[in-house]
């Protein structure tokens, strides 16, 4: 068998070997100069004013939520199609969990079933206090639409752009906030840019960027104007809230800031990738992805629909066949409300038809910048054929 073509790979060059290895031959390894570099690269790169680098996009999306007060009581919207993530950080919280369906042809979350949820959430009395819309694949939701019903029905928004580093949103790099409080990153080794493992929170707002970045170092602050009292001495800290150890290492920084660099680049080689497998695909029996002509997705993934009325059978089979050729598909995702641990709470199957039906019928497609032609040929071919036969 030739050699297996993975679904997503990270892509490390020499000058990301070297950013690491001065790092390891410099005087920190961590809490040092270079996780406010990469911070900075990230906030200017998104015309955002505060960035807080964490240790995974996890992190990232528990700190945001607790920054807007999340807590019992509080309920959490976020869409079923994406990783449990996006729905967990509510319940490390200890907040109410639902979801919105998505829309059949984004797959991200539909604007119309949130305006309807809202509406029926506001008549008997449990509006969220917090919706979090997810870029799937890198493709930007309707954020000006949801900004419109957080206005209007008075929720914050945290942006889960795990996937949508580099991408923009009519014009608007995706990270900016303009249309949410917050805005979380993930530097994950199949992501867009890669810090070996690692998160951000991006915001507007300086009040939420203290609170996360206090949060973030067991709620340890430095600050005499933080402090209940005066310092006891140069050596004195104080721990004023219950916080985490969710740091960002040097190490792991580095790499991330060298892979900045190359962000636009990976988004243009990801999104030329895309136009050829369109092109490859206009005559075969499957739905291709839509990438709004408005926007700039970042291309995270590349899922196309394989529908049939045997309930995902031909989907299955063809994630078979192309498996044994030694293509690393994927399936991104299984709806959140359908695992076990959200059934437990009340959730299931049939409760967000949308997304199920995308769960049925999706297959991601490798796609990684340094995908070659003849690489992406091959698969190009064996989806062919498995569809053939």
């Known amino acids: 068998m030739r050699d297996p073509i993975p ?11 070297a950013a690491v290895v001065e790092i390891l031959r410099s005087d920190f390894l961590t809490q040092g100069p270079t996780v406010p570099a990469f911070e900075a690269a990230v906030a200017h790169y998104c015309g955002v004013d505060h960035a807080v680098a964490v240790n995974s996009a996890t992190s990232a999306l528990h700190l945001a939520c607790l920054a807007l007060g999340v807590g019992p009581g509080d309920r959490v919207w976020t869409a079923p199609n994406t990783f449990v993530a996006s729905a967990n950080c509510a319940l490390y919280c200890g907040a109410d969990v639902d979801f919105v369906d998505i829309d ?11 305006g309807e949820k809202l509406e029926q959430a506001r008549r008997a009395g449990g509006l969220p206090k917090v919706v979090i819309p997810v870029h799937f694949s890198g493709e930007p939701c309707d954020m000006q639409a949801i900004a419109a019903l957080a206005a209007e029905y008075g929720f914050a928004v945290i942006e889960d752009a795990s996937h949508a580093i580099g991408a923009r949103y009519r014009g608007d790099t995706v990270g900016n906030c303009r249309y949410s409080d917050v805005t979380v990153f993930s530097f994950h080794p199949v992501k867009i840019v890669t810090s070996g493992e690692g998160g951000m929170a991006l915001t507007r707002r300086r009040d939420l960027a203290e609170r996360m970045e206090l949060l973030r170092s067991h709620g340890i602050t430095r600050d005499p104007q933080r402090m209940t009292h005066a310092p006891d001495g ?16 040097d190490i792991h920084a580095a790499l991330g800031l060298s ?3 190359r962000l636009d680049e990976f988004v243009s080689r990801r999104n030329a990738l895309a136009d050829r497998y369109d092109a490859a695909f206009g005559k075969l029996p499957l739905r291709v992805p839509r990438r709004d002509a408005g926007n700039r997705s970042s291309v995270h993934l590349y899922v196309v629909r394989i529908e049939s009325s045997d309930g995902g059978g031909l989907r299955d089979r063809v994630f078979g066949a192309m498996r044994h050729e030694g293509i690393g598909v994927a399936l991104h995702y299984i709806p959140v409300h359908t695992q076990p641990y959200f059934q437990a709470m009340g959730f299931a199957e049939g409760m967000f038809p949308e997304a199920e039906r995308h769960y049925r019928s999706a297959l991601s497609l490798p796609l990684f910048p340094s995908l070659d032609v003849a690489g992406q040929d091959r698969v190009i071919g064996a989806l062919a054929a498995a569809l053939a036969s």
């Not at 059949?104 to 949130?114: D, E, F, I, K, W």
């Not at 140069?234 to 290492?249: E, H, K, S």
């Open 234 to 249: 140069p050596w004195y800290y104080q721990q004023i809230a219950l916080g985490f150890n969710y740091r960002m290492t």
């Open 259 to 261: 892979q900045m660099r």
């Open 7 to 17: 679904y997503g790979r990270h892509d490390i060059d020499e000058h990301d070997v």
């Open 104 to 114: 059949p042809h984004s797959c991200n979350m539909s604007v119309a079933c949130l």
